[in-house]
């Protein structure tokens, strides 16, 4: 997440290359067989006072992080990237108070397409309102 937008804090905690089982899609088959999707997400939020105070409580909890996102990429099958991205995003400004906006990257490494590629992905940007 390179620019600014609406957020007052430079610094920011990734979590990147995020790797999961689930099934979403548009595809019937998608949705039965399942397959890997790769998560990246970019929080942004001032870190000074944690990095001042070495205190775990006033920063973002990477692990309580990655969490959430396992629990929606492995849980509730959807048919859109966009859907599963959005709740990501929803949740991380939701459960994590000093986030001010998050980026969430969803790669689909095998996504049913004939051709060949590396991945097929959705990457959204979502401010604290």
Known sequence: MSEAGDCQANDE?????MQFYGYHGALAEERALGQRFVV???LRCDLRAAGER????LT???AEVYQVVRRIVE???KRLL???AE???RHILEHFSPVQS???EIQKPGAPIEGVFDSVAVKIKRHRR
């Open 40 to 42: 990246s997400v970019w």
């Open 13 to 17: 905690i990734s979590l990147c290359g």
């Open 102 to 104: 998050v980026a969430v």
């Open 60 to 62: 973002v909890n990477y």
């Open 75 to 77: 849980g509730t099958p």
């Open 87 to 89: 709740d990501l995003a």
């Open 54 to 57: 070495d205190d775990l409580n």
């Open 82 to 84: 966009e859907a599963v």
